[in-house]
């Protein structure tokens, strides 16, 4: 119970703090002109197109790098060939929220604060051991819904920021279906064939600031708990005292969105080399993730229970007119590569950004 009090404490804490950064931004976020009507009578989907922007800008990050991984706490097996003995060659994360239903200024104001997806998350590794082989994937997928919880009509104003809500639904599992443990002495995690497989719901209160400024943050705070759907939506009953039961999740994005540069370049195809004018938008954000487990895990073998885990990631886009860009990541925490979740592990990888839609 101290330990439950301890979190519901931090979690308070955070909430009141998004709460805070909210009410700020709402009293001091202006911008120097009000949209005019004349804005809104050109485009009446205004509003709607704004919301539906920021939550893009929330969306999972994709991308394929170069990782470095390196235990932080000693593996009671060593790697084996086929599980990243010899290293890592590449990581990528194709992960995105097809939209099913999105408001449109037309409809009811309902539907209008309502957006429904189909989301899709699938993380590979691949190996540098004897024929390269990839590790079983971490596949993640369901259902999500985010609701608006602010004012529609301060949509239209070019002053304070939106809340809303996100609430998912997913089924994450590895596709394999051997024996969860290796048959050793120390009790270890079978990497290259073990049957990984649970289902959770997460709640996520979101505040962003002023998207229409060039410089602007969304943050968030949820939970994320662990369910037993039955059937082929079956939990591995191993996971039990050992993988947690809940998450407490904190997000804080800082984005500078795209703004119109105009670069001078010389003309090479011609003899006389005219200077050409040519316009592109650049893209720059830092992210950041927190998932800090709660509930029981006793039957992890160490003391020190490593129940936080941290992301952060750096990307870049030189012009959004085109879908790739550049990004960093490091990573501290258990692994969160499916059934590797008992391996403590730093992660740094270079590699590129990939983003649908980005304009």
Same mark, same amino acid.
């Given at each position: 119970?101290?330990?439950?009090?301890?979190?519901?404490?931090?979690?308070?804490?955070?909430?009141?703090?998004?709460?805070?950064?909210?009410?700020?931004?709402?009293?001091?976020?202006?911008?120097?002109?009000?949209?005019?009507?004349?804005?809104?009578?050109?485009?009446?989907?205004?509003?709607?197109?704004?919301?539906?922007?920021?939550?893009?800008?929330?969306?999972?990050?994709?991308?394929?790098?170069? $990782?470095?991984?390196?235990?932080?706490?000693?593996?009671?097996?060593?790697?084996?060939?086929?599980?990243?003995?010899?290293?890592?060659?590449?990581?990528?994360?194709?992960?995105?929220?097809?939209?099913?239903?999105?408001?449109?200024?037309?409809?009811?104001?309902?539907?209008?604060?309502?957006?429904?997806?189909?989301?899709?998350?699938?993380?590979?590794?691949?190996?540098?051991?004897?024929?390269? $082989?990839?590790?079983?994937?971490?596949?993640?997928?369901?259902?999500?819904?985010?609701?608006?919880?602010?004012?529609?009509?301060?949509?239209?104003?070019?002053?304070?920021?939106?809340?809303?809500?996100?609430?998912?639904?997913?089924?994450?599992?590895?596709?394999?279906?051997?024996?969860?443990?290796?048959?050793?002495?120390?009790?270890?995690?079978?990497?290259?064939?073990?049957?990984?497989?649970?289902?959770?719901?997460?709640?996520?209160?979101?505040?962003?600031?002023?998207?229409?400024?060039?410089?602007?943050?969304?943050?968030?705070?949820?939970?994320?708990?662990?369910?037993?759907?039955?059937?082929?939506?079956?939990?591995?009953?191993?996971?039990?005292?050992?993988?947690?039961?809940?998450?407490?999740?904190?997000?804080?994005?800082? !984005?500078?969105? $795209?703004?119109?540069?105009?670069?001078?370049? !010389?003309?090479?195809?011609?003899?006389?080399?005219? !200077?050409?004018? %040519?316009?592109?938008?650049?893209?720059?954000?830092?992210?950041?993730?927190?998932?800090?487990?709660?509930?029981?895990?006793?039957?992890?073998?160490?003391?020190?229970?490593? %129940?936080?885990?941290?992301?952060?990631?750096?990307?870049?886009?030189?012009?959004?007119?085109?879908?790739?860009?550049?990004?960093?990541?490091?990573?501290?925490?258990?692994?969160?590569?499916?059934?590797?979740?008992?391996?403590?592990?730093?992660?740094?990888?270079?590699?590129?950004?990939?983003?649908?839609?980005?304009?």
């Amino acid at each position: 119970m101290a330990k439950l009090f301890k979190e519901w404490k931090k979690a308070k804490m955070v909430f009141w703090f998004l709460l805070l950064l909210y009410r700020t931004i709402e009293l001091h976020g202006q911008v120097n002109d009000m949209l005019n009507d004349s804005v809104l009578q050109k485009d009446p989907n205004h509003a709607m197109d704004r919301y539906h922007e920021t939550l893009r800008h929330n969306d999972p990050m994709m991308y394929l790098a170069f $990782p470095l991984i390196k235990p932080i706490v000693d593996r009671t097996v060593p790697l084996q060939d086929g599980e990243g003995k010899n290293g890592y060659w590449a990581e990528g994360h194709f992960g995105n929220r097809f939209v099913i239903y999105q408001g449109k200024y037309y409809t009811h104001p309902l539907f209008q604060r309502t957006r429904l997806t189909f989301d899709v998350s699938i993380l590979a590794r691949l190996t540098q051991d004897n024929s390269n $082989p990839l590790l079983p994937n971490s596949n993640k997928f369901g259902f999500g819904l985010d609701f608006l919880l602010s004012s529609i009509k301060s949509l239209n104003e070019s002053r304070g920021g939106m809340v809303w809500t996100t609430i998912q639904l997913h089924h994450y599992s590895n596709g394999e279906a051997d024996s969860f443990f290796l048959n050793t002495p120390a009790k270890r995690n079978n990497y290259e064939t073990g049957d990984f497989s649970t289902n959770y719901w997460r709640a996520i209160l979101n505040v962003s600031s002023n998207s229409i400024n060039r410089n602007f943050i969304i943050g968030g705070l949820g939970y994320q708990h662990e369910i037993d759907l039955g059937g082929p939506f079956s939990s591995s009953k191993e996971l039990k005292g050992f993988y947690g039961d809940g998450r407490l999740l904190f997000h804080l994005h800082w !984005i500078r969105k $795209p703004m119109l540069e105009t670069i001078n370049k !010389i003309n090479r195809g011609i003899n006389n080399r005219t !200077i050409v004018k %040519r316009e592109v938008r650049r893209h720059f954000g830092i992210r950041t993730e927190l998932e800090f487990l709660t509930g029981d895990l006793s039957l992890f073998e160490h003391n020190n229970k490593y %129940r936080l885990g941290w992301h952060t990631w750096f990307n870049y886009m030189p012009s959004v007119t085109n879908e790739i860009g550049f990004m960093l990541h490091s990573f501290v925490g258990r692994d969160y590569l499916n059934i590797r979740f008992d391996d403590v592990v730093f992660i740094g990888e270079a590699g590129l950004y990939f983003k649908f839609n980005p304009q």
